[in-house]
């Protein structure tokens, strides 16, 4: 570092040395850095959770961090990072789902995929089991996703996950149970189907 | 199921828990993506609001607290890489131009520091292109290259890390906004297009540029590839037109534009016979 980062403002003065050490200066509120480091593939693993297929992953995980950069002044270090940045992950799958709804207008079936960049497909599905709940997480709503994948498969409170989405708190748990109903029904209902196959 | 029993619930989501949630499961898409944040960042950090300026750049903040930590230096030295291989084009294309990016930008407001690097459609197209959003000036003459700058490796001097200056405070960064990159991508591959039907193929050169810089290997640089033959053949340049349409099938065989490369390249020669030298 040449210690000059502390130039004021953009000057006309900023030389290129300087917009480099700029570029790499902490920033104030979380440290974006240790945030990705750390929970990468925390938030790749919510995004598969919330629906986006693999082929999609990683261009939205890229989204997801991108938000989280320019809003990293608002994360408030002495909180856990992962409520945080599910509320992310969750408005990010959710608008790719609007934008994306053409696609995959029958949810039943996850896309076909082609594992042609080492996607990380090899991990998510590695067993039978995680195949069928995936598939079986597909079923559910976009509202009782959201709440399951939280509360069974993240660990989030349900009172922090209301905080969070700024919905009532009775609504999470009737949402959740409606979610393990479905989901418990939707398994069922496939793990027929597969074994029929 | 291979086998008739049905795996309970408790099973199942026992295997979802099981997904993991580390880094160190997904080091390659890691690595991607830190790169392409580095790109999709830098604009921003670079020349947005700097963050409390009398903090002094307290030495290298360390790159992450990961377990193991071999994600880490990876990626900050993916990161790194790509950032300074960013800028090199950048401020050499400014060079060329005679006007680099951020002196471009000090000289103008900078009110638009929070747009995204892409400027939204309206802004890209040709004869905008003094929009201070964007990062390119458009090639005066003829002689300047149509080809982005060489991606040079640069001998990093740089200590570690993305960029990450405050750029948080207000933040128009809605998701709509934002777009996915790859909504970029085809921004600028549409600008190009536009341009090209137009009968203004120089015009198109600035976003194919953009773009060859941006995401070389972006999910469009197929398209991108076949849409440069097509501009190089329309500004009469074929001996680069025909040089890329080599690279060009060479790299995508079976390409569904490649028709469209090869009866570009096949006008060509029916123009000149062959192709010819380049000057």
């Known amino acids: ?169 009775n609504t999470v748990y009737s949402r959740l149970r409606r979610a393990r109903e479905n989901f418990a029904n939707a398994a069922r209902r496939l793990a027929l189907q597969e074994s029929y196959r | 199921m291979t086998n008739r029993e049905q795996p309970s619930v408790d099973e199942l989501l026992a295997a979802l828990r099981s997904v993991p949630s580390d880094g160190q499961a997904y080091v390659d898409s890691a690595t991607r993506v830190q790169a392409r944040l580095a790109i999709s960042t830098a604009p921003l950090a670079v020349l947005g609001t700097p963050p409390a300026a009398s903090s002094p750049p307290a030495a290298v903040s360390p790159l992450s607290p990961l377990p193991a930590a071999s994600l880490a230096p990876r990626v900050a030295s993916a990161s790194k890489a790509v950032v300074l291989a960013w800028l090199v084009p950048v401020f050499a294309a400014g060079v060329v131009t005679g006007l680099g990016t951020a002196h471009f930008r000090a000289q103008n407001p900078p009110v638009n520091e929070r747009v995204p690097w892409v400027a939204p459609r309206a802004s890209v197209v040709p004869n905008a292109v003094t929009e201070p959003v964007l990062e390119l000036e458009a090639p005066r003459s003829n002689d300047s290259p149509p080809t982005p700058a060489p991606r040079t490796k640069v001998p990093s001097a740089a200590s570690s890390g993305t960029a990450s200056s405050g750029t948080a405070s207000s933040s128009a960064a809605s998701s709509s906004e934002l777009g996915s990159s790859l909504a970029a991508e085809q921004r600028l591959l549409d600008t190009a297009r536009t341009s090209l039907a137009h009968g203004e193929a120089e015009a198109a050169l600035l976003p194919l540029e953009q773009h060859a810089t941006h995401f070389p290997n972006g999910a469009l640089a197929e398209e991108r590839e076949a849409l440069s033959v097509r501009v190089l053949a329309a500004l009469g340049r074929n001996a680069e037109a025909a040089a890329r349409a080599t690279r060009f099938m060479r790299r995508f065989p079976n390409s569904l534009f490649a028709p469209v490369v090869r009866s570009t390249l096949e006008s060509i020669s029916g123009r000149n016979g062959a192709p010819e030298p380049k000057p």
């Open chain 1, 1 to 169: 570092m040449d210690g000059s980062g502390d130039a004021p403002q953009i000057s006309t003065s900023m030389s290129k040395s300087e917009a480099v050490a700029r570029m790499v200066a902490p920033a104030p509120g979380g440290d974006f850095d240790a945030i990705f480091g750390a929970e990468f593939g925390y938030v790749m693993r919510t995004l598969r959770f919330l629906g986006v297929p693999v082929s999609d992953l990683e261009d939205l995980t890229h989204d997801v961090f991108l938000h989280v950069f320019r809003h990293i002044a608002e994360y408030d270090p002495a909180r856990p990072a992962r409520p945080w940045l599910f509320v992310f992950a969750l408005r990010t799958a959710r608008d790719f789902r609007v934008r994306a709804r053409h696609r995959y207008l029958s949810s039943d079936e996850l896309p076909e995929v082609s594992d042609q960049r080492s996607l990380p497909d090899a991990i998510l599905m590695r067993s039978q089991a995680q195949a069928l709940a995936l598939r079986a997480l597909e079923t559910l709503s976009e509202e009782e996703r959201a709440v399951f994948v939280a509360l069974e498969l993240d660990e989030l409170s349900a009172p922090e996950l209301s905080e969070r989405l700024e919905v009532p708190l």
